[in-house]
T-cell receptor, first 111, second 113 residues
């Protein structure tokens, strides 16, 4: 099946810093989503971005589908940005219908 | 607009018992998905409904798991009999169509003792 690799696995930053999270995937996809899992375990939708670039406040994401990677940028980090960030993809052809998740990046923002 | 809701939020049962989880998708979303995350593992796809029809249940771990979606509205996931390795968080997601953005519920944390 499709492989989804996220890096780094863990990231500790000071408040105000910028960060880049990466998601590599092994096959062509027609759906790519970024999620933030908050301290209560809820998966919060950040971006639906199978290709191109999107921005939402301090967060932005870029997916280069031809090169099979996506990047999530967080600028001016706040303590509330802490949590696990997941990338999930859905295959273009074949495979299961659902999303395949990466293992996540655990982000800790220190005050 | 209400999001995806799941009930219960937590369930603690003994090995061998039966548990039924419920998911209410966003109104108007024909596509409903179940996922789960067991201890230390990635979130894994279980199955996919379009309305009341199962489209893909390739992720269901074994025949102790039974999912239904009567009338194409809410869905239930029954585990019978539960085993220790079934412990984890079960998520439900819905989307308005195939390969659209999926929206996740808060999850049900299942603990089998």
């Amino acid at each position: 099946g499709i492989q989804v690799e996220q890096s780094p696995p863990d990231l500790i930053l000071q408040e105000g810093a910028n960060s880049t999270l990466r998601c590599n995937f092994s096959d062509s996809v027609n759906n790519l989503q970024w999620f933030h899992q908050n301290p209560w375990g809820q998966l919060i939708n950040l971006f639906y971005i199978p290709s191109g670039t999107k921005q939402n406040g301090r967060l932005s994401a870029t997916t280069v589908a031809t090169e099979r990677y996506s990047l999530l940028y967080i600028s001016s980090s706040q303590t509330t940005d802490s949590g696990v960030y997941f990338c999930a993809v859905e295959l273009t052809v074949g495979g299961a219908d659902g999303l395949t998740f990466g293992k996540g990046t655990h982000l800790i923002i220190q005050p | 607009e209400a999001g995806v809701t799941q009930f219960p939020s937590h369930s603690v049962i003994e090995k061998g018992q039966t548990v039924t989880l419920r998911c209410d998708p966003i109104s108007g979303h024909d596509n409903l998905y179940w996922y789960r995350r067991v201890m230390g593992k990635e979130i894994k796809f279980l199955l996919h409904f379009v309305k009341e029809s199962k489209q893909d249940e390739s992720g269901m771990p074994n025949n102790r798991f039974l999912a239904e979606r009567t009338g194409g509205t809410y869905s239930t996931l029954k585990v019978q009999p539960a085993e220790l390795e079934d412990s984890g968080v079960y998520f439900c997601a819905s989307s308005p169509g195939f390969v659209y953005e999926q929206y996740f519920g808060p999850g049900t944390r299942l603990t089998v003792t």
